[in-house]
């Protein structure tokens, strides 16, 4: 008996639905995680998968990983306190079961610290210290000490958040921890990042260039996205139809998180919270619901992303993100290079490839997603594609942009994902 949101789980790390991904980025994350010293940047777009590959790697190899939840404004030294605190559990544990022990010694050295880490904050909250600096005890050596001693990683999610020095000095923390290898082989860093990522990191301290692994995880096909259908169907006993498994392929645009909100909304919609005792048959109009769902609860984060996307403070008339967004939307294409956009502008926009970058980068929201192999953008999902379209397509003004929680948007919304724009498109107008 599972529980439907165990199954399908758009926000949180995919286990019972895990899907193995290519060959070729699993050998080299595998390699990479039982190579001694070698530390490792995972970067790919925003609900690709990166994390949940991660984990189910990291179980079959680490007994224990600590985790730091990287955010906007995070420096160095929350950095290493977060991760010092929670060693605190990995240090106590008395699990028999574990197949190494903590030194005694170990436990001792760290319950010194803690208690001068403590002593060392309050100190500085009295003296209205504004400044971050960390006790003198607690140095990187010491950390990478506690994490070898324990055979324990460190992933740092969001790495991307990190900006400036701090994002420096976390590349000269990987050195020290690369050096530390010698005495405690298992001792790694595992940076989970946006695309771009890797090259950040290596370019801060060309030290790392040959001892960091980078491993990108691209978009799932087709096929990839069903087999999460076909697992989930299996674990609950329930049953979309081909047609189905396609069209939510389809609207995934390879990001696994789309098509478990999707299973996930259809399941709820039916009522289906669990494993289910007889086969439940899903409908047409079950996914319809499920979509119109999705988009609802989403309205105001495709606004939002639209919005980042087409910020310019530049003055510059027309906004060239705009021109660079209907360009790709008349090609009509599901990819698109370079040369095919400049073709569409009518107006020129100062360096191109650059502002195409920036549109596939968390700066612009992702809005476009980067294929390295052919040189080529797509859209991020259909969703935002479909936003983009219909608001580029009202008269300017903001009380002319459409709402996607507006019922009529919403199966507008629906007729041009199904048909993927299809014929409709000639009738669409760009104004300004």
Known sequence: MKKTNRVFTPSTVAVNSFIERDHKTVNQLVDALNTPGKQIVIYGYSGCGKSTLLLNKLNQVYENSITTRCMSGMTYENIIIDAFDKMDDIIKSTDTEKSFKIKPEISVEYAEIKSSVSLFE????????????????????RL???????NCCWVLEDFHK????????????MKIFMDMAVDYPELKIIALGAVGTAREVVQYDHELNNRVS????????????????????????????????????????????????LCLNVCFINRVYETQKYLKAFTDEDLDQAIEKMIAEKADSYKSEYSIAIKDDSGTQPNQYKEIIKSALTLNKTDFNIEEIESKLKNAV???????????????????????????????????????????????????????????????????????????????????
């Not at 504004?130 to 990187?140: D, M, R, V, Y």
């Not at 990478?144 to 324990?150: C, L, P, S």
């Not at 995880?217 to 996205?225: A, C, L, N």
């Open 350 to 432: 100062d360096d191109l490839k650059g502002k195409l970058d920036e549109l596939s980068s968390v700066e612009r929201a992702e809005i476009f997603i980067y294929n390295e192999v052919t040189s080529t953008y797509r859209f991020n999902n259909l969703f935002i594609k479909n936003y983009a379209l219909m608001n580029l397509s009202q008269a300017s003004g903001s009380e002319n942009l459409i709402l996607l929680k507006e019922q009529a948007s919403i199966n507008k919304l629906l007729d041009i994902i199904h048909k993927d724009l299809g014929d409709e498109f000639d009738d669409v107008l760009f104004d300004e």
């Open 122 to 141: 309050y100190q500085s909250k009295k003296n209205q210290t504004n400044t971050e600096i960390l006790a003198p005890q607690l140095t990187a050596s």
């Open 214 to 261: 980078e491993v990108l995880v691209k978009p799932m096909e087709k096929d990839e996205i069903k087999e999460i259908i076909n697992s989930g169907e299996k674990q609950l006993n329930v049953k979309f139809s081909e047609s189905q498994k396609n069209r939510i392929a389809e609207y995934s645009c390879g990001l696994p998180s789309i098509c478990h909100q």
């Open 162 to 173: 990190i900006t400036g020095e701090d994002k420096v000095k976390i590349s000269q923390l």
């Open 144 to 150: 990478g000490k506690f994490f070898g001693e324990a």
